[in-house]
């Protein structure tokens, strides 16, 4: 292996990750509700700008996690209120993408407004960049380490409460049966916001991590990453967790191995294609866990 | 004796059906009624109803002595109601055993899970030996046990089922009202709701006969079981 | 200050952005809520623009091609995609307009990002003409048999093809004559503004073109135009206040957006209501039996 | 409505040649682990009505689904005229002459009586595209579609919608709709269902007055007023079998129908 590809495979895999930590929140968004969250990429943005903030405020990049989790996950329940609680009706799921959606730009423009539309310097110390290992010929620094490690840790902290844990039940439960789940005791509006303050936190945190990834933050950070997060939960399978996180690991690294071999330029269209392959060819997505469209006509 | 659940003059309507036109009756504590009735008569919708899956047009429910008001199914599910709807209403996609917990988490409880479901499967072991198996690759009858099986891990103080012999074989429907005997005899309030007329009165102390959504017809089991007009209704063949 | 928006420009946009509306009511109304009019858009204008530019086509015959390809685009799209709903399809336009975009970010012939230079001959008289005449087919098409037909594929498309509606033509249909309208809007545009480049035509836009229709509602032909009305003069009107308010009118407009959303949410999306509807005339009187159940 | 009980109209009247119509052959259903149908042969023969009763999930309705092409079977066929027509799309099914009506009514709630019949007109549902041409057509279609609720009784309602319609007009609308796509073969889901005694005795008029245009009905009903007097033949089924067949009297006097919808009963079986 050419020390060029190793270096684009890992960082391919870092990347990887991030889009699958984005991808759960619209797939878990998306198996609960049926409906998409397109103000799930702005709560990205936010994220990093969070991060700016409180390490401007003396915080360290380590400190600032908590303080991104809970301020995202806030913001969460607000998008759960105004976007999604009231369209229940049949045309409501496209009401609420179009909600979300703009909801997503006021968030935006309030960055904008609070930031500016240029890129923010994160101000952590460089050598975290520098210091690393070489692996397979190709120089890695430990913050992608780092990073690969904290998304991954994640998952499985998503997977465990989700199998383990009563609130994971009940969500599974609610996007299973939820006539049935309300029979049985379980509060459908409370399980969905907790589904929102989950996602959105999770979103959250791989804001952070893209912005000490980039050691910068853009406000169009969150629609870039929120648009491949679509394509990759509809390439992992609409409302399957694991296809999610499949998806996003194999959509890093073949963007990885694009731009190794000089596909750079057209990677994105690389990324859409497989998914509308996939949507047409296997509606169930990669894995075959996802929900298919039952109607037959 | 106590009334644990009652019904007075209520309307229910499901969509443009006026489904139910003023009902009324009462269930009491440690009872068994039966409601029974051709399809089409307001039997699941009056189920529906009790527990706030819709809402009444008029008329007033009570559960365990208060007015529903504006209560939520979850709400009401965690004071004590369990019912088990057409179809069983399992979850498919959990296992075996995450259904039961599902239905042992919602209501405070101090038995440990292990503890409570060691009488569950005594009682069933077919659930036992499916334990780790996803709830919808399981057969209707084993997924009626499930549901019933509900009822045992975290005993609810009433009780509604709608139609337990639904789509079962003979010896199936057998094994579900054995079950629901059980939870009679275990001073559970139980409401049923069937078709199938002669399982349902022989386990209900009383009944009421639905018809178009008015009851026409009501009283002590055994009376109905004699009375032939209770089977006419039934077959529509009066006329 | 009304008269100052009556330029040109103001006309022009407008017009373009009409029949962009009724390009996504026209597919909405079929069942597809569609995020891929702005890859349309893109390649209407572009057809168009590199036979007129490099070919030194007449506009007329080059907009006919421009239309033609999108048409035969939407088909080519539509057939294999419709075969999915609602928030699936949703995602595969999202991704046709991504793949266009890029993809003429790609090709070195149209001047990748560049883009190309030099489209012109799009008038305010033109734009003008082409809204009366689209519209007026869209009135023939909301007063045909047609449009109980899509109504009937919308609403419940298992009941209308068990009455042997064929859903499948119907939607493709009016996704490809809904993306040919797209073409269409695209040559005018481009035509006016002299210069266009892939990064005109991206998925955002596309969001807003459904939010034309989306704002206006899809009650009949006329809400997307005053989607579209309001959508793009809006901005023009802000302007006149003065500078300080345009850093806030995007904050403002969405913001406007999600309140109105949550307060009309039953009105925006749903289709014609009852009341709005006029009786069908010329009805033949009423028999007697039917006078005796009406009393019931 | 009095004056025409069920024994003034005397089923078992066969005004067609008696040939099949419809002959579905062994077919099964299976969903998950549930096996609804269960090799199940009929046929349909041209001018009789075809009752077919039995308990709540016996398998009726998932037949109906099957026939008119709203499920796929499991195995088996369905022929219709001697066409197959297990897995056509469901429109073809309905052009070829099935239409059906629906146990919880589908109509469509936003546009008026006169337009949901309208929308299934023939013509305009086989060529769409003409139909936006074409104006002569769409007043032809009107007049064809007024006749048609005229026949049903709801000329009054003809401008009123279909969501505001009381349940008896909208059974009946569903009716009207189904018979101006033209069939053949009319599939009624329990037709009856959440009606009155005098509802279901115009209901069973209404059904008279429409079997002349069809070459058969097959209905599927738990109301055994509507069952006796409009059947030819009962095919009665439980557990996704059929468990009798023949007249009216002989299927619902069977031991086998009796027990299955009155339960089994644990001293008797045992």
């Given amino acids: 292996m050419s020390a060029e590809l190793a270096q684009q495979i890992v960082n391919g895999l870092v990347v990887g990750g991030m889009y699958a930590l984005i991808a759960l929140g619209f797939t878990l968004v998306f198996g609960l509700l049926d409906k998409l969250n397109f103000a799930h990429g702005e709560v990205v943005t936010l994220a990093g700008f969070i991060a700016i903030f409180s390490v401007n405020m003396g915080l360290s990049i380590w400190l600032t996690i908590p303080v991104v989790i809970i301020l995202t996950g806030a913001v969460g329940i607000i998008i759960e209120l105004l976007s999604f609680r009231r369209f229940t009706s049949k045309e409501g799921h496209s009401v609420s993408a179009l909600s979300s959606f703009a909801l997503g730009i006021v968030i935006l423009e309030m960055v904008r407004l609070q930031w500016g539309a240029t890129p923010v310097q994160l101000d952590i110390p460089k050598s975290i960049y520098i210091s690393g290992t070489v692996l397979f010929g190709a120089p890695i620094p430990w913050i992608k380490f780092a990073i690969f490690s904290i998304s991954i840790f994640l998952m499985i902290a998503l997977h465990l409460v989700m199998s383990r844990t009563k609130i994971g039940r009940s969500i599974r439960a609610v996007a299973e049966e939820p006539t049935s789940a309300r029979l049985l005791g379980i509060n459908t509006t409370l399980v969905t916001q907790y589904v929102f303050v989950i996602v959105s936190a999770m979103a959250g945190v791989a804001g952070l991590l893209i912005a000490m990834q980039n050691g910068i933050v853009t406000s169009d950070v969150g629609f870039t990453f929120a648009l491949k997060g679509i394509a990759v939960m509809a390439i992992g399978g609409m409302g399957d967790m694991r296809g999610a996180i499949v998806a996003g690991l194999l959509v890093g690294v073949l963007e990885g191995i694009a731009f190794s071999i000089g596909w750079g330029g057209i990677s994105d269209v690389i990324v859409w294609f497989l998914m509308i392959l996939v949507l047409l060819i296997r509606p169930a997505g990669i894995l075959g866990g996802g929900r298919q469209a039952e109607t037959r006509v | 004796m106590a009334e644990v659940l009652g019904a007075k003059d209520l309307h229910l309507s499901y969509g443009p059906i006026n489904a139910v036109r003023g009902v009324s009756f009462h269930l009491d504590e440690g009872e068994t009624i039966a409601v029974i009735g051709a399809n089409g008569a307001g039997k699941t919708t009056i189920m529906r109803g009790l527990s706030a899956l819709i809402k009444p047009k008029s008329g007033e429910i009570s559960f365990l002595g208060e007015p529903l008001g504006r209560r939520k199914t979850s709400d009401l599910a965690r004071a004590g109601m369990l019912h088990i709807p057409e179809g069983r209403g399992t979850i498919g996609g959990l296992t075996v055993l995450e259904n039961l917990r599902v239905a042992y988490d919602i209501r405070p409880n101090d038995t440990a899970f292990a503890a409570a479901l060691e009488p569950v499967f005594n009682h069933f072991p077919r659930l036992s030996e499916r334990s780790s198996q996803r709830a919808g690759s399981l057969s209707g009858g084993e997924q009626q046990m499930l549901a019933l099986a509900r009822a045992l891990i975290n005993p609810p103080r009433v009780l509604l089922v709608d139609e337990p012999s639904l789509g079962l074989s003979p010896v199936m429907v057998k094994e579900a009202y054995q079950a629901l005997a059980g939870f009679q005899s275990s001073g559970m309030s139980v409401m049923l709701v069937e078709q199938n007329v002669r399982m349902a009165l022989r386990l209900a102390d009383r009944a009421y006969v639905l018809q178009q959504g008015e009851i026409v017809l009501e009283g002590p089991s055994d009376d109905l079981l004699s009375k032939p007009e209770v089977l006419d209704a039934y077959l529509g063949s009066h006329g | ?296 | 409505m009095t004056d025409s009980g069920p024994e003034t109209n005397p089923p078992g009247t066969l005004d067609g040649t008696g040939k099949p119509v419809l002959e579905i052959d062994s077919l099964t259903k299976a969903f998950g682990g549930i096996q609804a149908i269960d090799g199940v042969s009929l046929t349909v023969n041209d001018g009789e009505i075809l009752g077919i009763v039995g308990p709540n999930g016996a398998g009726k309705t998932v037949l109906i689904n099957m026939v008119s092409g709203f499920y796929r079977p499991t195995s088996g066929s369905i022929r219709f005229n001697g066409q197959k027509i297990d897995g056509l799309p469901l429109h073809k099914v309905g052009r070829l002459g099935i239409a059906r009506t629906f146990q919880n009514i589908r109509l469509f709630n936003r546009m008026t009586a006169l337009e949901n019949v309208l929308t299934a007109i023939k013509q305009h549902t086989t060529h769409p595209i003409l139909a936006a041409l074409a104006f002569a057509p769409s007043r032809q279609g009107i007049d064809e579609a007024m006749e048609l609720l005229d026949l049903m009784g709801l000329t009054a309602r003809a401008n009123q919608g279909a969501g505001e319609l009381p349940y008896g007009d909208a059974r009946r609308l569903e009716i009207a709709r189904a018979l101006a796509t033209k069939p053949k073969l009319l599939l009624l889901d329990e037709p009856a269902a959440g009606m009155n005694e005098q509802e279901t005795g115009e209901l069973i008029e209404d059904i008279r007055k429409v079997r002349n245009r069809l070459d058969a009905i097959a209905l599927i009903e738990h109301d055994m007023t509507l069952i006796r007097a409009l059947s030819d033949r009962i095919i009665a089924m439980n557990y996704g079998k059929i468990v009798a067949e023949g007249s009216s009297k002989e299927v619902l006097s069977h031991p086998e129908v009796v027990e299955a919808y009155l339960g089994t009963d644990e001293e008797e079986d045992g």
């Fill in chain 3, 1 to 296: 200050m009304i008269a100052n928006l009556l330029n040109g420009d103001n006309v022009v946009f407008t017009g373009v952005n009409i029949i962009l509306a009724w390009g996504v009511y026209l597919s909405l109304m079929t069942g597809t809520l569609t995020f891929a009019m702005a890859a349309f858009m893109a390649i209407g204008a572009y057809v168009a623009g590199v036979l007129t530019v490099n070919f030194g086509w007449p506009l007329a015959p080059a907009a006919l091609a421009g239309m033609a390809a999108c048409f035969f685009g939407g088909l080519m799209v539509g057939f294999p995609a419709l075969r999915v709903r609602g928030l699936l399809l949703m995602l595969v336009t999202t991704g046709v307009t991504f793949s266009v975009q890029v993809g003429i970010e790609n090709i070195e012939y149209v001047g990748g990002v560049q883009g190309i230079r030099g489209l012109s001959g799009t008038t305010p008289a033109i734009v003008a003409g082409s809204v009366f005449v689209i519209g007026g087919l869209l009135w023939i098409l909301s007063h045909s048999p047609l449009q109980r037909i899509f109504d009937a594929a919308r609403e419940d498309e298992s009941v209308a093809a068990s009455l042997g509606i064929n859903i499948v033509f119907v939607r493709v249909a009016g996704f490809a004559v809904g993306a040919a309208l797209a073409g269409y809007a695209g040559v005018l545009w481009g035509h006016y503004v002299f210069f266009i480049a892939p990064q005109n035509f991206g998925i955002l836009e596309s969001v807003f073109f459904a939010l034309f229709v989306v704002l206006g509602g899809v009650n009949n032909m006329w809400g997307p135009v005053f989607g579209a009305v309001i959508i793009t003069l809006v901005p023009e009107i802000a302007r006149e206040f003065g500078s300080g308010f345009a850093e806030y009118r995007q904050l403002f407009f969405f913001g406007v957006l999600v309140v109105l959303l949550l307060f009309r949410s039953q009105g925006v999306l749903s289709f014609r209501t009852i009341s709005l509807k006029a009786p069908i005339k010329g009805l033949r009187p009423v028999t007697s039996v039917s006078e005796e159940r009406a009393d019931d």
